[in-house]
């Protein structure tokens, strides 16, 4: 099922020996293509576990690895709501956001 990333590798016996070469000269491997993926399963932050952090100042790491200050004020069954930190415009905006577009989130007690 699960490949070992060194299957990803076109080695060469010179490699095995611990040979050292550079891109495109022998024994050395060209770049390793994607990994495979894992079978996507739609998964959503629990409306629960981020209702902890309503008005408090949270880091949110979306699903495509973009991250930024957010203060929720509101929390749906499928959303959430509040301001978002523009760090280029220096202010709050107010914003919102599909629960199931958010990888992690980590806020103060």
């Known amino acids: 099922m699960w490949e070992s990333p060194m299957d990803w590798l076109p080695w060469t016996d010179d490699m095995e020996r611990g040979g050292r070469g550079r891109p495109g000269r022998p024994g050395m491997p060209g770049r ?3 990994p495979p993926q894992p079978p996507i399963t ?3 932050v629990d409306p629960g576990a981020i209702r902890g952090c309503l008005n408090r ?3 949110v ?5 973009q991250r930024f200050w957010f203060f929720p004020t509101f929390v749906g069954r499928r959303s959430v709501a509040g301001y978002r930190w523009r760090s280029r415009q220096r202010r709050w905006d107010y914003f919102g956001i599909d629960l ?3 990888r992690s989130f980590s806020c103060r007690r």
């Not at 790491?61 to 690895?65: A, K």
């Open 32 to 34: 390793p293509g994607r």
């Open 100 to 102: 199931d577009e958010i």
């Open 61 to 65: 790491v979306l699903e495509n690895g």
């Open 57 to 59: 100042v949270t880091m």
């Open 42 to 44: 739609p998964q959503a």
